[in-house]
Nanobody
Framework: QVTLVESGGGLVQTGASHKLSCVASGGISSTAPMAWFRQRSGKEREAIAATGWFGDGKMIKNTMRDRFTISRDASKYTLYLEMNDLQPEDTAVYYC????????????????????WGQGTQVIVSS
């Protein structure tokens, strides 16, 4: 059974940088497509970035491009999200997601593309 466990959430100050991790286990490939999403209070889950769909290519949603970076250490089955210049509006529960990647066509920023989800880690940005 595939399991994703996020860590690194907490309380951070406005303008700070912060890094989240997500460890995958349970038989999924170390290079499987994975992504970060977040869900702010009262809003729908939104994509931030994805990797692994097209080789090691990384895709960042346009609205997140300036401040978020996705990376992966395949040897550790770990996905990372680096966040810079955090603002109160970045307060959210951050989720990692993974896919077996068997789709013949894909919309990498859509939640429906990912079969596996972590439990989420909350980031609160204090103003």
């Amino acid at each position: 059974q595939v399991t994703l466990v996020e860590s690194g959430g907490g309380l951070v100050q406005t303008g700070a940088s912060h890094k989240l991790s997500c460890v995958a286990s349970g038989g999924i490939s170390s290079t499987a497509p994975m992504a970060w999403f977040r869900q702010r209070s009262g809003k729908e889950r939104e994509a931030i970035a994805a990797t692994g769909w097209f080789g090691d290519g990384k895709m960042i949603k346009n609205t997140m491009r300036d401040r978020f970076t996705i990376s992966r250490d395949a040897s550790k089955y770990t996905l990372y999200l680096e966040m810079n210049d955090l603002q109160p509006e970045d307060t959210a529960v951050y989720y990692c997601a993974a896919s077996e990647g068997r789709q013949t066509s894909v919309s990498v920023f859509e939640t429906r593309e990912y079969e596996y989800w972590g439990q989420g880690t909350q980031v609160i940005v204090s103003s």
